[in-house]
Each structure stands twice: as structure tokens, then as C-alpha cells.
């Protein structure tokens, strides 16, 4: 059973920092993906970033540009390293994974999820 666990999250003003971690355990092999989305109550789930384990990524629109994806891999560790925040990047972050190395954006597609860390960006 692969668990995942968020942390970095927090406050900062517009324009601001924040790098978010996921720690996973009980990742095998080398086809995993893992993916950061976000949501805001009421909304959809939005993906953010997905990278696998041979460090390919792709980015949801609001991140690109601003967010970066990395893996490390010897710490099953993912990081997202966010820039230039918006108060329009408020939400909880969650981090995902499943056992196939395609970098779907679609929600369903992942099998794992942690509890989420909240970012709030304040103006």
C-alpha cells in the first residue's frame, strides 16, 4: 500500500515562495507517476504537475512557468517548487501516484492521494 504525505504548505503574500514536499513509501518499481493538484471548495480537483520516475513532467496551465516538478528519487521524495504566487493559487495541494508511467492530468487516473497541505496566498 503506497502511502503519500504533503508538507511545506502555508501562508505567504502575493508574489511570494512556497516548496511543497510529498514523502511516499511503499513506491516499487520505476513506472510510478506522482502528481501535485489542488482544489478550492466548490471546484474540481486541478492538476498542477506530474512527473515519473524517469523525471519526464507536465504542467496544468496555471503552473506553468511558475511551478517547478522535481523527483527525488533515492528519497521517494516529489517536490513542487512554486513562485510568483497568486491569491488565485489558494487551495489545498494534494499529492497523488499511481503504477503507470503516462502523466495524466486526469484525476482518476491516480490511485493514491494523501490528506492534502493548505496554501493560502494572501494579497
Known amino acids: 500500500q503506497v502511502r503519500l504525505v504533503e508538507s511545506g504548505g502555508g501562508s505567504v503574500q502575493s508574489g511570494g515562495s512556497l516548496r511543497l514536499s510529498c514523502t511516499a513509501s511503499g513506491v516499487t518499481g520505476t513506472s510510478d507517476s506522482m502528481a501535485w493538484f489542488r482544489q478550492v471548495p466548490g471546484k474540481a480537483r486541478e492538476a498542477v504537475a506530474i512527473?515519473?520516475?524517469?523525471?519526464?513532467?507536465k504542467y496544468g496551465g496555471s503552473a506553468q512557468g511558475r511551478f517547478t516538478v522535481s523527483l527525488d528519487n533515492a528519497k521517494n521524495t516529489m517536490y513542487l517548487q512554486m513562485a510568483s504566487l497568486h491569491p488565485e493559487d489558494t487551495a489545498i495541494y494534494y499529492c497523488?501516484?499511481?503504477?503507470?508511467?503516462?502523466?495524466?492530468?486526469?484525476?482518476?487516473?491516480?490511485?493514491?492521494w494523501g490528506r492534502g497541505t493548505q496554501v493560502t496566498v494572501a494579497s
Open positions: 497523488a501516484a499511481h503504477n503507470d508511467p503516462i502523466l495524466s492530468l486526469r484525476p482518476e487516473r491516480y490511485t493514491f
Open positions: 512527473i515519473n520516475s524517469d523525471n519526464h513532467s
